[in-house]
């Protein structure tokens, strides 16, 4: 019974042709874009976890205004870090 099924599968897949090879390119190009998502999403949320204080983990941005354009910087002078920390 499966052979007489993937018989008439290869035949329709030749017959049709130009429908085959963009169907298999679609199922590819769209398979391989969310398998990359899903990498990526799962890199993101394991950023952070070997460290023992996760929880407390924030991001400081250094705002630099000027008359033409207002910049953020993702790095602080390194004095900063005495002037946060907790007593």
């Known amino acids: 019974m499966f052979k007489n099924y993937f018989i008439v599968a290869t035949r329709n897949l ?25 990498a990526m999403l799962s890199f993101l949320w394991t950023y952070d976890n070997f460290h023992e204080n996760k929880d407390r983990i924030y991001r400081v941005i250094t705002d630099a205004n000027d008359n033409q354009r207002n910049r953020e910087f993702a790095s ?4 900063l870090a005495d002037k946060l920390r907790v007593k």
Do not use: D, E, Q, W
């Open 14 to 38: 030749v017959k049709h042709k130009f429908f085959t090879i963009i169907n298999v390119l679609g199922l590819a190009i769209g398979m391989s874009i969310s398998l990359l998502l899903i």
């Open 76 to 79: 602080t002078p390194a004095v």
